[in-house]
């Protein structure tokens, strides 16, 4: 039951209804029990089993660590280990087993073996595992270190991993930010559901307007990229990018705005990436808590280890103090983006188009930060200026692409092939001749995307400044109810749905 269906939204509505209805200490038990009644209605019956055990590993570790005493430092890290050991052991069979199969039997063809070493093997695997997964490891961190309180109650703790809007497609959840008010009650509060609403139809907008028409075009051409080569390529993967970001941030919509509907708010995951000037400032503005959460438990850890301190101490002796430490952060963050690839997939893939390819982009953009600027400055160009600072907006946004280009493609071959038929085709003329609308989208299905695209660049431009939703409410009545029934009416009659037609799935509801 996908969160665009019809029948989701009657679920949605009947259970914001009985939310309110009934009395205030119940409400937490109504989320849980609609939580695991959403892996029933999406067939995933049997596979609610994977997130239960890891609740239940994280709420015993979490139990066993208020239970021992600080001192007992050997025994807390045992146990902290083992849980950590429980989840990260079923996402990696039920992710990256092929991933290691795939890996053996390329390198045996690479030195001429004819016949494959390993079988794959098949896994059903549950909605959103890397999602809670990270959520329920933050959540025994956090009480490891003393940041966060043990929960007590184990089917607390089952809602805060297994609610069901976070669960499809994120984001990553910190317990000591965000879990109590799983549990809290919560009054009727006309503005919180007027705006959770608001921000779904919103979300609705992005993904069945905007990204289910891109989509069409991207999968023609990345569907027979031979076929379509030059100017086709680099058109489909600029599309990818914005069918990817607003499929997935309005997924977030979606999921933030009905949970600030039931009182519940959740942490943003976007800020405008596109208007990012550096790849850098791109991964604070996209996928926001998946970088909080890679920091946080990966980067930092890994800086603050045995090796790194020593590697740091080796750089600052050898390259000097400033250079010593910045080689030895770039270390850590190959280690940081090698997770983030990994995270996103169990294919090569991933790893380079979401992982090591921007690790390689933010560290050559730190080494060449001061060399271009004294170059600017020598050429009396202000590096701080609006030309330069638009000029890196496209660049960053260039880089971002060939990334999408590795994480769409359907295997890192193909996406050589793409890139090198992406250069060495010179046909600029398919995107003026009419061309294009031959892959899959007519002339008025071409205009509709540019007119809600241009939409969507004027609401992120104004998001720059103030909520889009605090500005529409200061307006007259009239004036507010004409802009979202525009908007509810743009999505009834040009969305992407009916009978005969499926809406994909959200791009990041598999990870």
């Known amino acids: 039951m996908g969160i665009t269906s019809f029948y989701f939204l009657c679920f949605f509505a009947v259970m914001l209804i009985l939310y309110y209805s009934i009395p205030r200490k119940f409400q937490w038990g109504l989320l849980l029990l609609c939580s695991i009644l959403y892996y029933f209605l999406s067939g995933q019956e049997i596979l609610i089993l994977y997130p239960a055990v890891s609740v239940a590993a994280c709420y015993g570790g979490s139990r066993l660590l208020a239970q021992t005493p600080e001192e007992q430092v050997k025994k807390r890290k045992g146990i902290l280990l083992m849980t950590i050991l429980v989840n990260i052991g079923i996402l990696v069979v ?55 309180k043990p929960q007590e109650n184990f ?32 009054a009727f509060d006309y503005k919180k559901v007027a705006y959770g609403l608001q921000r779904m139809l919103w979300g609705f ?42 499929d997935f941030s309005g997924c977030m919509d979606i999921v933030l705005g009905m949970s600030e ?50 590697l740091n101490k080796s750089f600052k002796e050898k390259f000097g103090k400033k250079k010593g430490k910045q080689y030895a952060a770039f270390a850590a963050m190959f280690i940081l983006w090698l997770t983030v690839g990994i995270w996103h997939g169990g294919d090569w893939k991933f790893v380079i188009g979401s992982g090591l390819l921007h690790w390689f982009y933010i560290v050559m953009e730190e080494l060449l930060e001061a060399p271009c600027r004294k170059a600017m400055e020598r050429l009396s160009i202000n590096p701080a200026g609006r030309v330069i600072g638009t000029i890196r ?20 071959g193909d996406a050589l092939a793409m890139l090198k038929g992406a250069v060495t085709v010179w046909n600029p003329h398919v995107v003026w001749d009419g061309s294009v609308f ?24 104004m998001q720059q400044k103030e909520g889009v939703r605090d500005r529409i409410a200061r307006r007259a009545l009239p004036v507010r109810w004409i802009l979202w029934y525009a908007l509810l009416f743009a999505v009834i009659l040009l969305g992407c749905y009916g009978p005969g037609y499926s809406a994909s799935e959200f791009i990041y509801q598999g990870f």
């Open 94 to 148: 039920l992710k990256y087993v092929n991933f290691g199969i795939y890996t053996i039997d390329g390198l045996a063809r690479l030195f001429g073996s004819s016949r494959t070493l390993i079988e794959s093997v098949d896994f059903l695997v549950p909605l959103g595992v890397s999602f809670y997964t990270f959520s329920l490891l933050g959540y025994v961190i956090d009480v490891y270190y003393g940041m966060a």
């Open 155 to 186: 089917w607390k703790l089952a809602l805060y991993g297994m609610y069901f809007p976070v669960i499809i497609s994120g984001p990553i959840l910190k317990y000591r930010e965000h879990g109590e008010q799983f549990f809290a009650p919560h």
């Open 205 to 246: 907008f992005k993904k069945l307007v905007i990204a289910e028409r891109l989509g069409i075009l991207v999968n023609t051409v990345y569907g027979d990229y031979e076929g379509y080569p030059g100017a086709y390529i680099w058109v489909a993967t600029i599309c990818y990018a914005f069918q990817l970001y607003t």
């Open 261 to 310: 509907s039931f009182g519940i708010l959740l942490p943003e995951n976007f800020k405008t990436p596109f208007f990012a000037r550096s790849v850098a400032e791109y991964w604070r503005r996209w996928h926001i808590t998946l970088g909080v959460w890679m920091k946080d438990y990966v980067f930092y850890p890994v800086l603050r280890s045995k090796f790194f301190t020593r």
């Open 393 to 412: 907006i496209f660049r960053t946004f260039f880089l971002v692409c060939i990334g999408d280009l590795f994480f769409r493609a359907a295997s890192v």
């Open 438 to 461: 031959d892959l899959g989208l007519d002339a008025i299905e071409a205009v509709v995307t540019v007119l809600s695209l241009l939409l969507l660049f004027a609401v992120s431009v």
